[in-house]
């Protein structure tokens, strides 16, 4: 179990070290890729179990740190990704000064990625998830240019709205008690709570209408797209979602599946109206998303499951080949070299390693996206025929998006150049894309092979319609940039935002001020009261009462306290006296 923890430790041991390093000249690239590597080598020897501390403790109150390293072969997609990452951006940035915070913030958000897929508590996973959270805000807005500045703080103001919803609907469930993932009985929840943690879940997957942040975070560096937007932070809502699934009930279950039916379907539509490749990705990005919370909504757990982690592989393997090609339009001098009409393929295996990728993406044959996006359709159509549509509908949308880059990327003419190391992430991305189906085929093979000759069929025609649709040219309009929702966004935010405000004041001043007066004027009669009630009770009656009886009774008493024999004699006959009358008497 010891060796179970070194691979959440060793990221964040390698952040740590890379802040605290007294030497600014050092390859900080270096050692977080070598960190990377020992932590994802000991995935390969570690036995799958369970890590367990108990964190907060206060008499009843305990909170323990639950972490499940059942999942190997997730955990190895985060490490992994991250490690090529890592490589990719040590010739990608290697003008950047800031090389150290680069790669601590790197390593950083891979340890907090790594303890939100594997934590078991929902109220530890909210801490690691606001942790990728902020590290994505710092990676994002990391060249500290106005766009990516602006595009960060977009990224963070439309997550926190999700994350708050999160939070409460994580301490309504708490009431219950349903706070371990791992033993959650089907139906206990009610749908309030489910409902709001699925906000922070459309917020953090960028669902529809919680999206605009994740083409606007395009304007990051490209190595943190290829990360933040493949198997780790928009793929945290899918995996916090796959873990309540006990708890969905048929109300939740049908807001989910509309909700990512739509973002599929929407995500596609927009990607095809784009030129900037980054954006394009993040459109299919958006796309795939909402094909994993469909099949989530609609019961196909398991293979949704599967389409997150093959996306994950052709994903960032697309985006870190959209790299190469805006790395090579930026020597070549194009004024902007994310648009694709600009581009020209710099070296054959680059075309083979997009080919394959993209191929994956729209669900060819021989790559791993074959086999998830076929199991997700065979399995919709078992679970609800009428949801299936929206997948039918996809498949030639996506196909058409892809299609249409392509033909810019690959089709158009082929230069000379040699390989260059940017290109052997990719490289690998697109082998190991192949070598999933070849090593899955036999287990996860998919059936019913008359939707995948249908599929198939809406798959080429997909692509060629999209080849002929590269050729027609056409302005942006403003609704194509996330339906306009951009401009809705930038001038609406700082409406509620100074509205928010305003009611603030106006709670603070009407509300708070008036509550605090109030409690000062209570403070003050009390303190009037307790000083009569001093001064009146406890000074004169009782106090200076029993002074009073005492002194009264000292007086009396002193008078035959004379001194005097005589004074005694005369008071022991007069009690004699007193004695034998009342003898008499009684």
């Keep these: 179990m010891e060796v179970n923890g070194l691979i959440l430790l060793l990221p964040l041991a390698a952040s740590i070290l890379m802040v ?25 020897v570690v036995d799958p179990g369970s890590l367990q501390a108990n964190w907060l403790q206060s008499g009843n109150f305990n909170l323990p740190l639950l972490f499940s390293i059942h999942d190997l072969r997730l955990i190895r997609l985060i490490i992994g990704i991250s490690g090529l990452v890592q490589f990719y951006s040590l010739f990608y940035l290697s003008s950047s000064a800031n090389h150290r915070s680069y790669f601590s913030l790197l390593c950083f958000f891979t340890f907090a990625m790594l303890g939100l897929a594997t934590s078991t ?58 706070l371990s993932t791992s033993n959650l009985a089907p139906g206990s929840a009610g749908t309030l709570p489910l409902l709001l943690i699925f906000v922070g879940v459309v917020a953090k997957s960028a669902q529809a209408p919680l999206f605009p942040w994740l083409t606007a975070a395009m304007a990051g560096p490209t190595p943190v797209s290829a990360l933040l937007h493949s198997a780790t932070m928009v793929a945290a809502g899918v995996l916090v979602l796959l873990r309540l699934v006990p708890l969905l009930n048929d109300t939740v279950s049908t807001v989910i599946s509309f909700t990512g039916g739509v973002t599929l379907l929407l995500g596609g539509l927009l990607a095809i109206f784009s030129y900037d490749i980054k954006r394009i990705l993040a459109y299919s990005t958006i796309s795939q998303l909402g094909l994993m919370v469909l099949a ?25 080949c959209a790299g190469v090609f805006i790395h090579h339009g930026v020597i070549s001098g194009h004024a902007n070299p994310n648009d694709i009409r600009h581009f020209s393929n710099p070296n054959g295996w680059l075309k083979w390693s997009w080919v394959i990728l993209s191929g994956s993406l729209v669900g060819l044959p021989l790559t791993a996206g074959f086999l998830s996006k076929e199991a997700i359709l065979h399995d919709m159509m078992t679970f609800s025929a009428s949801l299936s549509l929206f997948v039918w509908a996809s498949i ?32 690998l991305l697109s082998l190991v894309s192949v070598t999933w189906f070849v090593a899955a085929i036999t287990t996860e093979a998919p059936t019913g092979w008359v939707s995948i000759i249908i599929s198939q ?25 996330n339906l306009g929702l951009d401009g809705l966004y930038d001038k609406k935010m700082p409406q509620l935002a100074t509205a928010w405000g305003r009611a603030g004041i106006a709670v603070d001043r009407q509300i708070i001020d008036r509550l605090v007066h109030a409690w000062a004027y209570i403070t003050v009669l009390f303190a009037h009261l307790t000083s009569w009630f ?23 008493v002193r008078v035959p306290m004379s001194g005097k024999v005589q004074g005694y004699l005369l008071w022991a006959l007069f009690s004699l006296f007193l004695f034998l009358v009342l003898w008499l008497l009684l």
Excluded at 299 to 306: M, W
Aim: charged share 10%.
């Design 20 to 44: 605290t390093f007294p030497v600014n000249r050092f390859p900080f690239g270096g050692l977080a890729l070598s960190v990377t590597l020992a932590a994802f080598l000991l995935t390969w």
């Design 121 to 178: 508590h929902l109220l530890v996973t909210f801490v690691f998830w606001e942790l990728v959270g902020y590290t994505s805000y710092r990676l994002i807005g990391f060249d500290t240019t106005t766009s990516s500045t602006s595009a960060a703080l977009k990224a963070l103001l439309i997550n926190k709205v999700g994350d708050v919803c999160f939070l409460i609907g994580i301490l309504m469930l708490a009431s219950t008690g349903l």
């Design 296 to 320: 989530i909504g609609t019961g196909a757990h398991a293979s949704g499951y599967l389409h997150l982690q093959t996306h994950a592989i052709f994903k960032a393997g697309l985006f870190l």
């Design 396 to 427: 030639p949308l996506t196909a058409l998006y892809v299609g249409r880059v392509s033909y810019f990327l690959v089709v158009k003419k082929t230069e000379s150049s040699p390989l260059h190391a940017l290109l052997l992430p990719a490289l």
């Design 457 to 481: 069929t809406l798959v080429i025609a997909g692509l060629f319609a999209g080849f002929r649709l590269a050729r027609i040219s056409f302005a942006e309009k403003s609704w194509h940039t």
């Design 534 to 556: 001093d001064r009146a009770i406890v000074d004169l009656t009782l106090v200076g009462g029993s002074a009073w009886v005492v002194r009264f009774t000292g007086q009396i």
